[in-house]
Nanobody
Framework: QVELVESGGGLVHTGGSLRLSCTASGLTFSNYAMSWFRQAPGKDREFVAG????????YYTESVKGRFTVSRDNAKNSGYLQMNSLKPGDSGTYYC???????????????WGQGTQVAVSS
Protein backbone atom coordinates (compact mmCIF):
# COMPACT_ATOMS: atom_id res chain seq x y z
CA GLN A 1 0.00 0.00 0.00
CA VAL A 2 1.43 3.33 -1.07
CA GLU A 3 1.42 6.12 1.45
CA LEU A 4 2.74 9.67 1.30
CA VAL A 5 2.81 11.58 4.55
CA GLU A 6 3.41 15.31 4.69
CA SER A 7 4.54 17.21 7.74
CA GLY A 8 5.96 20.58 8.70
CA GLY A 9 3.01 22.85 8.13
CA GLY A 10 1.99 25.52 10.59
CA LEU A 11 1.20 29.17 11.21
CA VAL A 12 3.84 31.79 10.51
CA HIS A 13 3.98 35.53 10.03
CA THR A 14 4.67 37.18 6.70
CA GLY A 15 8.35 36.78 5.90
CA GLY A 16 8.70 33.62 7.91
CA SER A 17 9.87 30.20 6.81
CA LEU A 18 8.65 26.63 6.91
CA ARG A 19 10.10 23.36 5.72
CA LEU A 20 7.65 20.75 4.54
CA SER A 21 8.56 17.09 4.39
CA CYS A 22 6.99 14.23 2.49
CA THR A 23 7.88 10.65 3.37
CA ALA A 24 6.86 7.83 1.06
CA SER A 25 6.32 4.16 1.72
CA GLY A 26 5.07 1.26 -0.34
CA LEU A 27 6.75 2.38 -3.55
CA THR A 28 10.23 2.80 -4.95
CA PHE A 29 10.43 6.52 -4.30
CA SER A 30 13.51 7.02 -6.45
CA ASN A 31 11.57 5.90 -9.52
CA TYR A 32 9.13 8.80 -9.32
CA ALA A 33 9.14 12.51 -9.81
CA MET A 34 7.87 14.38 -6.79
CA SER A 35 5.87 17.55 -6.76
CA TRP A 36 4.19 19.87 -4.32
CA PHE A 37 0.76 21.33 -4.91
CA ARG A 38 -1.31 23.66 -2.77
CA GLN A 39 -4.97 24.42 -2.47
CA ALA A 40 -6.53 27.44 -0.87
CA PRO A 41 -10.18 27.36 0.24
CA GLY A 42 -12.49 27.72 -2.74
CA LYS A 43 -9.68 27.44 -5.26
CA ASP A 44 -8.31 24.72 -7.49
CA ARG A 45 -5.27 22.75 -6.49
CA GLU A 46 -2.23 24.36 -8.08
CA PHE A 47 1.28 23.23 -8.85
CA VAL A 48 3.95 24.79 -6.67
CA ALA A 49 7.20 22.94 -7.33
CA GLY A 50 8.51 19.62 -8.54
CA UNK A 51 11.72 17.68 -8.90
CA UNK A 52 12.66 14.85 -11.19
CA UNK A 53 13.45 11.36 -9.99
CA UNK A 54 17.18 11.85 -10.40
CA UNK A 55 17.17 15.04 -8.35
CA UNK A 56 18.52 16.85 -11.38
CA UNK A 57 15.76 19.18 -12.49
CA UNK A 58 13.57 21.37 -10.34
CA TYR A 59 10.57 23.34 -11.50
CA TYR A 60 8.64 26.12 -9.81
CA THR A 61 5.55 28.12 -10.39
CA GLU A 62 6.45 31.73 -11.07
CA SER A 63 5.10 33.12 -7.81
CA VAL A 64 7.47 31.06 -5.65
CA LYS A 65 10.67 31.28 -7.66
CA GLY A 66 13.51 32.57 -5.53
CA ARG A 67 11.61 31.86 -2.30
CA PHE A 68 10.91 28.12 -2.34
CA THR A 69 13.33 25.25 -2.87
CA VAL A 70 12.27 21.70 -3.64
CA SER A 71 14.62 18.82 -2.89
CA ARG A 72 14.61 15.11 -2.23
CA ASP A 73 16.63 12.44 -0.48
CA ASN A 74 15.98 9.14 -2.21
CA ALA A 75 17.88 7.23 0.47
CA LYS A 76 15.30 8.44 2.97
CA ASN A 77 12.30 8.10 0.65
CA SER A 78 11.63 11.73 1.38
CA GLY A 79 11.07 15.01 -0.35
CA TYR A 80 11.14 18.53 0.99
CA LEU A 81 9.88 22.01 0.26
CA GLN A 82 11.79 24.83 1.92
CA MET A 83 9.61 27.91 1.94
CA ASN A 84 11.14 31.28 2.73
CA SER A 85 9.78 34.82 2.67
CA LEU A 86 6.28 33.49 3.03
CA LYS A 87 3.34 35.65 2.07
CA PRO A 88 -0.35 35.41 2.98
CA GLY A 89 -1.03 34.25 -0.59
CA ASP A 90 1.03 31.15 0.11
CA SER A 91 -1.54 29.93 2.62
CA GLY A 92 -3.37 26.70 1.91
CA THR A 93 -3.15 22.96 2.19
CA TYR A 94 0.07 21.63 0.72
CA TYR A 95 0.14 18.20 -0.87
CA CYS A 96 3.00 16.11 -2.12
CA UNK A 97 2.47 13.86 -5.09
CA UNK A 98 4.43 11.25 -7.01
CA UNK A 99 4.23 10.72 -10.73
CA UNK A 100 6.22 9.66 -13.75
CA UNK A 101 7.40 13.18 -14.58
CA UNK A 102 6.95 16.64 -13.17
CA UNK A 103 3.89 18.30 -14.63
CA UNK A 104 1.46 20.92 -13.39
CA UNK A 105 -1.53 18.68 -14.09
CA UNK A 106 -2.94 16.94 -11.03
CA UNK A 107 -4.23 14.10 -13.21
CA UNK A 108 -0.66 13.08 -14.03
CA UNK A 109 0.07 12.03 -10.46
CA UNK A 110 -0.78 8.56 -9.20
CA UNK A 111 -0.07 9.05 -5.53
CA TRP A 112 -0.98 11.84 -3.13
CA GLY A 113 -0.46 12.65 0.50
CA GLN A 114 -3.19 13.82 2.82
CA GLY A 115 -1.91 17.38 2.99
CA THR A 116 -0.47 19.70 5.59
CA GLN A 117 -1.83 23.14 6.43
CA VAL A 118 0.17 26.31 5.94
CA ALA A 119 -1.17 29.61 7.19
CA VAL A 120 0.69 32.88 6.75
CA SER A 121 -0.58 35.83 8.72
CA SER A 122 -0.13 39.41 7.59
Amino acid sequence: QVELVESGGGLVHTGGSLRLSCTASGLTFSNYAMSWFRQAPGKDREFVAGIGWRNSNAYYTESVKGRFTVSRDNAKNSGYLQMNSLKPGDSGTYYCANGVIVTSNTRDYAYWGQGTQVAVSS
